[in-house]
T-cell receptor
Framework: SQQGEEDPQALSIQEGENATMNCSYK?????LQWYRQNSGRGLVHLIL?????REKHSGRLRVTLDTSKKSSSLLITASRAADTASYFC??????????????FGKGTKLSVKP | DTEVTQTPKHLVMGMTNKKSLKCEQH?????MYWYKQKAKKPPELMFV???????INESVPSRFSPECPNSSLLNLHLHALQPEDSALYLC?????????????????FGNGTRLTVT
């Protein structure tokens, strides 16, 4: 079953605008990760935020984590056409289950128009 | 280009064929993974190898048989597949293996093998 659920499922913006994607999850986690996938390619790790962190930055990326609401957001500032891709959040399970079982959400398909 | 190499990039096979997917990494990572991804869906975990031992099998049918000959190589042997097994098969690796606090490690993915079963 899916742990993470992203919204929106699809997002279309103009170059230069900011893009915000949200992820909700169900169980306690050790960390939450965001990945990008260009069409037909492998996933690329973007950023990891631990359960005791609230915000993290990497270049034009800003990730927040609210463990009380079991949610995270990914903000891409000043978007570029090259940011066009699908974005997935992924969580591991903190209690029980199988260690190392990284579960991906359904993803947000971002389209940045030049 | 990624540091995880998967071959072949594309594979078409009949339901009676036997084929193998290969994955290689030279980053010294101790955990390796197979994921299956259907179109417009997220990757789904199939198997995890940690220190060359199978640590997770997500109830995958026996027509998929993983093998880890050494710490750099991961194979997925395919036999008697069904058309619904057609998908993108992704290999990934991470720095640390099971038993450590290492499931914080990011996954490094290959570009996958696009499998079509006819």
């Amino acid at each position: 079953s899916q742990q993470g659920e992203e919204d929106p499922q699809a997002l279309s913006i103009q170059e230069g605008e900011n893009a915000t994607m949200n992820c909700s999850y169900k169980t306690s986690i050790n960390n939450l990760q965001w990945y990008r996938q260009n069409s037909g390619r492998g996933l690329v790790h973007l950023i990891l935020i631990r359960s005791n962190e609230r915000e993290k930055h990497s270049g034009r990326l800003r990730v927040t984590l609210d463990t009380s609401k079991k949610s995270s957001s990914l903000l891409i500032t000043a978007s570029r056409a090259a940011d066009t891709a699908s974005y997935f959040c992924a969580t591991d399970r903190k209690y029980g289950g199988s260690q190392g079982n990284l579960i991906f959400g359904k993803g947000t398909k971002l389209s940045v128009k030049p | 280009d990624t540091e995880v190499t998967q071959t072949p990039k594309h594979l078409v096979m009949g339901m009676t064929n036997k084929k193998s997917l290969k994955c290689e990494q030279h980053m010294g990572h101790r955990a390796m993974y197979w994921y299956k991804q259907k179109a417009k869906k997220p990757p789904e975990l199939m198997f995890v190898y940690s220190y060359e031992k199978l640590s997770i099998n997500e109830s995958v049918p026996s027509r998929f048989s993983p093998e880890c000959p050494n710490s750099s190589l991961l194979n997925l042997h395919l036999h008697a597949l069904q058309p619904e097994d057609s998908a993108l098969y992704l290999c990934a690796s991470s720095q640390d293996g099971a038993g450590l606090s290492s499931y914080n490690s990011p996954l490094h993915f290959g570009n996958g093998t696009r499998l079509t079963v006819t």
